[in-house]
């Protein structure tokens, strides 16, 4: 007998109920409700990240375990006596990569492991638990506004998407300016007298760059040798651009009057400079508003006017952009050149590979093929990142893959509002990336390891790639193949060891100083 007509028939005597397949189960819709609310409920939890096991990160041993002033004030002495990098460099080696720490009463950290710097940079869920921190934001903001490189989220978005067509790559436009600028350095340059690169490639970046972006460049070079021209107006904006930048990084004055002064009674000179700086950029937007000139399609400043983005937007577009071409560039062109005018095996490889060009200027194409000018410019990149040092900021409760347990290599959590900062200059260092040499220049290194390593982040990583680095690479190439071109000879003139200065980027303290001469025009 089958069961549920059993059940039926013991229901007692009467007719056989009948069953309506066609009718639902649930009668009452009111009860519908409780799954569809369950589900809701638990929606969040499908996205969440899966619960992590954290242990006791390894904490600094603090004289001062209240606030933390003991590392902080050998941090501030650090950066005072130009050594913050070699500083945090063994202080974190010590620590197997990872460091934990109070600044001023809150947990800060310290790190080169390059699965934390993955994490916090390129991993896509796990980098938007990172910001730039209210800190710098705000800063920042009285030079560099709301732009690229002090926002988050979407105005960053905004910002981003904008700028990369122009700045994605380097084309036969751009090679010409710089030939154009590169000229000027080679006509004035005296032979065989002593000079600073570092300061000149200084005041070459700046000129090309507000070329490039405003239509019209500061023409400052020529001043360096004594010239007539009329760089009056852009040598004024260059001073009061390189100390804003210093002065709302926090560095321009580490001794303890210069802090005391500036909290009590402000910085009016930078109060100066902001404003000298503010309106070179406006009196620019002004020209470039008042009609288009041959050429001026090619310049970022009309592009974006003619895209009708809001005069504030573009300012600060333009400071940004000019803040990061300028030092990143003399960064990466004095490190280039304060090795080749020490190594001579290198600088004499290059002009063998460069003679291909029968001493004329390259296309973007030649310069591709240069392989081993590309395996310098890589080494030089490791060794010296114009980028040496950053920091972000935790937006939320969160954690990192490494730096807890005894050995530092299980996850550890990271509260709200923790700063981690990282060093990309002693992570390009690290032997196990890097082989038991990698404290010397050896360009030849790039063969052996064939892919790039996880832990080579010169122009950083992820999203906030930095965006001009073709064009970066492609000037240093161009720049380095048209001077070993026309010098046949390059003298080391640097007395001092190599000795940080950082500002926005790393450069050398005391310049690098060569002579140059046997120009072939």
């Known amino acids: 007998m089958d069961v549920n007509n059993s059940l039926l028939w013991s229901a007692g005597p009467g007719p056989i109920p009948t069953v309506d397949h066609a009718q639902p189960v649930v009668h009452n819709p009111i009860l519908l409700l409780i799954p569809v609310t369950i589900f809701?409920?638990?929606l969040p939890s499908l996205f969440q990240k899966p619960p992590q096991v954290y242990d006791k990160p390894r904490w600094y041993p603090h004289k001062d375990p209240i606030l933390g002033l003991d590392v902080l004030f050998d941090i501030a002495q650090s950066v005072y006596n130009h050594r913050f990098l070699t500083f945090t460099a063994d202080l974190i080696n010590r620590f197997n990569g990872t460091i934990t720490y109070l600044s001023l009463g809150r947990q800060a950290v310290y790190t080169i492991d390059p699965a934390n710097i993955h994490a916090m940079l390129v991993d896509r869920t796990h980098s938007q638990d990172f910001g730039l921190g209210p800190t710098r934001r705000r800063n920042w903001k009285p030079l560099f506004g709301s732009g690229i490189f002090n926002s988050d989220g979407v105005t960053w978005k905004h910002h981003r998407s904008t700028l990369r067509p122009a700045l994605s790559h380097a084309g036969p436009d751009m090679l010409?300016?710089?030939e154009t600028h590169l000229q000027v350095l080679i006509r004035l340059v005296p032979d065989g007298r002593t000079v600073d690169l570092q300061r000149i490639f200084h005041a070459l970046t700046l000129d090309v760059s507000t070329h490039l972006f405003l239509g019209a460049s500061t023409e400052i070079l020529p001043s360096l040798f004594g010239s007539d021209s009329d760089g009056s107006r852009g040598r004024e904006f260059a001073a009061a651009f390189e100390y804003a930048q210093r002065a709302v990084s926090g560095i321009d004055d580490f001794s303890l009057s210069?802090?005391?002064w500036r909290f009590v009674f402000g910085d009016a000179r930078l109060d100066r400079a902001l404003r000298t700086v503010h309106a070179f950029i406006d009196e620019a937007i002004d020209h470039a508003s008042g009609g288009f000139t041959?050429?001026?399609g090619q310049v970022l400043l009309y592009k974006l006017l003619n895209e009708g983005r809001?005069?504030?937007?573009?300012?600060y577009d333009m400071i940004n952009l000019l803040a990061a071409g300028k030092d990143s560039m003399t960064s990466f062109m004095g490190s280039i050149w304060y090795i080749l005018c020490q190594r001579q095996d290198i600088l004499e490889n290059l002009r063998a590979e460069i003679s291909v060009l029968h001493g004329q200027p390259p296309t973007i194409e030649q310069l591709s093929k240069l392989t081993y000018l590309h395996m310098v410019l890589q080494e030089v990149l490791r060794l010296y990142p114009?980028?040496?040092?950053n920091q972000r900021?935790?937006?939320?409760?969160?954690?990192?893959p490494r730096g807890g347990g005894a050995d530092g290599k299980s996850p550890m959590r990271v509260p709200r509002g923790?700063?981690?900062?990282?060093s990309v200059y002693a992570m390009h260092r690290m032997p196990e990336f890097f082989g038991p040499d990698a404290d010397e220049f050896r360009p030849e290194r790039w063969v052996d390891i064939g892919v790039r390593p996880k832990a080579y982040m010169p122009f950083h990583a992820g999203a906030r790639t930095c965006l001009g680095q073709h064009l970066a690479l492609a000037l240093g190439k161009y720049s380095t193949v048209r001077l070993v071109q026309c010098y046949q000879r390059v003298e080391n003139r640097n007395e001092l060891p190599w000795e940080e200065k950082l500002g926005l980027n790393c450069s050398s303290r005391h310049g690098v100083l060569v002579g140059l001469s046997q120009c072939v025009s």
């Not at 114009?386 to 040092?389: D, E, K, N, S, T």
């Not at 900021?393 to 990192?400: G, I, P, R, Y």
């Open 418 to 422: 923790a700063s981690v900062g990282y």
């Open 386 to 389: 114009p980028v040496a040092a």
């Open 294 to 296: 041959a050429g001026s």
């Open 176 to 178: 010409e300016v710089f």
């Open 40 to 42: 809701l409920v638990t």
């Open 393 to 400: 900021t935790a937006e939320v409760d969160t954690f990192l």
């Open 310 to 315: 809001s005069r504030e937007d573009i300012k």
């Open 258 to 260: 210069g802090i005391c």
